[in-house]
């Protein structure tokens, strides 16, 4: 988090202190140690001094089940007694099977297979590298082009990097590391976006027109896919699509042949209020990959997952028969035993349906409170999935300058009072997100959730 250095010296206290010179892991910051974390359970984090903190945004949105559940716990114990590993590329487990069945069950908008990874950016790059292959196997390797978004995060390494927006995540990379077969358009970023009078369906009309325009520009027969977050997360700060927009943007898919890929590693796993964000977007929608990873291992192991539609799946069979791309940690058995516990104590408590519910009571207490402070420019989200934007000027929209940014004295301040929130981060479109999401567990107690609403409030009178 943005916690200053002697904030973190105090949360470290003498047991947990760790000496910049006594640590050889290589952590993102080589000038201070960040706090230490020794256990978890439940809505809380606790550090090295016994502070236990509510964790208002599952570290990076990913413990959605909350911390040290008993039935996971058994579920891994189990599986590691059974099977730890195996070399998955060459051999399936039981349980990879159960829990592809459990994802897919009913066969989702056309969803047939998984393909297990251990991270965000790993499903994504599998993603990218299934829709590459499929347009080879059926005879279309002139597709070589990748439609992304501004303010789009995929994930860190070289492919899911390149259809990212995250300016500075990206910067040092650029002439080296990142694919230049990668154009942009526009975020459904309405706070920003949406022009004065312009109806919710005028913005989305312009939005898909304004994609349609970048096919016709690039060739749409040269166009491998279209990749967006149903609901844009770290970069974006939660920004939801107007009415419409992802039923403007499937028919111009179907019209060039295009692939949809729907990254849903943030936004997924019932994070919205229904398992997959995009079934919120109106009927017809559906994607040909679809990428999982956070909330599916809910933090208790490394998943993440790249679901791919009967098209793409035939698409292969037509042609080679064989996915070209492998990892030797795929479809981990104790990992797919942590995900498919998960799934089970989502789908046994109701889970994604207290994601609705309790998103609403959310959304109504943020904008009664938070909402109402001079500093807030908009609050934006579904489910449980919020960003709250900051401007120096309601009236103008104008963003504190760099330095100033309020997002990271926020985090601090939440922080002292035992709250962590996910601070925002850098975008490609000109505009620095200033913004922090909340994105709690969906099983914290109403109480806890009363709690969080009021750390934030007290967190931001202290900053104001
Ligand atoms: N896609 C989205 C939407 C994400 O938010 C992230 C991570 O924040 C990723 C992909 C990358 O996931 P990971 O960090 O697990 O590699």
């Not at 000496?19 to 809505?43: K, M, Q, R, W």
């Not at 251990?118 to 994504?124: D, F, K, R, V």
């Not at 609901?231 to 403007?248: D, E, L």
Request: overall charge negative; glycine content about 10%.
């Amino acid at each position: 988090t943005g916690t200053s250095p002697s904030e973190k010296k105090e949360i470290n206290g003498t047991n947990g202190q760790l000496d910049l010179e006594a640590s050889h892991v290589l952590h993102n910051s080589l000038i201070s140690i960040p706090p230490t974390v020794v256990s978890a359970e439940g809505s809380y984090v606790t550090f090295g001094t016994g502070r236990r903190v509510l964790d208002g945004c599952t570290g990076a949105a990913v413990a959605i089940i909350g911390h040290g559940n008993p039935e996971v716990l058994a579920a891994v114990q189990e599986q590691m007694s059974k099977v730890s590993y195996t070399h998955t590329v060459a051999f399936t487990t039981p349980v990879a099977e159960a829990l592809a069945n459990e994802i897919l069950q009913g066969n989702p908008h056309g969803l047939s297979r998984a393909f297990f990874v251990s991270s965000g950016s790993e499903a994504m790059d599998s993603a990218l590298k299934l829709a590459r292959q499929y347009y080879v196997e059926i005879g279309q390797p002139q597709r070589t082009r990748l439609v992304s978004r501004q303010r789009a995060y995929h994930g860190n390494t070289v492919g899911a990097l390149s259809v990212s927006s995250h300016v500075s995540r990206r910067a040092p990379f650029l002439d080296a590391l990142v694919l230049n077969n990668v154009s942009y358009v526009s975020a459904t970023y309405a706070y920003r976006g949406q022009l004065e009078g312009e109806s919710e369906e005028e913005y989305s009309a312009r939005l898909v027109q304004e994609l349609d325009e970048q096919f016709q520009s690039v060739g749409p027969e040269t166009v491998i896919a279209f990749v967006a977050e149903p609901v844009g997360g770290a970069t974006a700060g939660c920004i939801t699509a107007p009415k419409g927009y992802y039923q403007g943007v499937r028919r111009l898919c179907d019209r060039y042949g295009i692939l949809l890929i729907l990254d849903e590693v943030m936004c997924g796993s019932g994070r919205t209020g229904t398992y997959f964000a995009f079934e919120q977007e109106g009927p017809g929608v559906y994607p040909d990959l679809l990428t999982m990873g956070k909330g599916l291992g809910g933090g208790y192991a490394p998943m993440g997952a790249v679901l791919a539609h009967e098209k793409v799946i035939r698409g292969l069979q037509s042609g080679s028969s064989y996915f070209v791309h492998s990892h030797t940690y795929q479809a981990h058995a104790v990992g797919c035993a942590a995900a498919l516990a998960v799934q089970k104590v989502l789908r046994r408590d109701g889970l994604v349906a207290r994601c609705a519910a309790k998103g609403r009571w959310f959304e109504a207490a943020l904008n009664a409170t938070i909402g109402q402070r001079k500093y807030v420019g908009n609050i934006r989200g579904r489910g449980l999935f919020w960003g709250i934007e900051f401007v120096q000027n309601r009236a103008t929209k104008e963003p504190f300058p760099p330095a100033l940014r309020f997002t990271w004295k926020l985090v601090d301040e939440a922080f002292r009072r035992h709250l962590s929130i996910y601070p925002g981060a850098g975008t490609a479109d000109g505009f620095k997100g200033d913004h922090v999401i909340l994105a709690p567990p969906y099983n914290a107690s109403d109480d806890e959730f009363e709690d969080l609403v009021r750390l934030l409030n007290e967190a931001y009178d202290a900053v104001e």
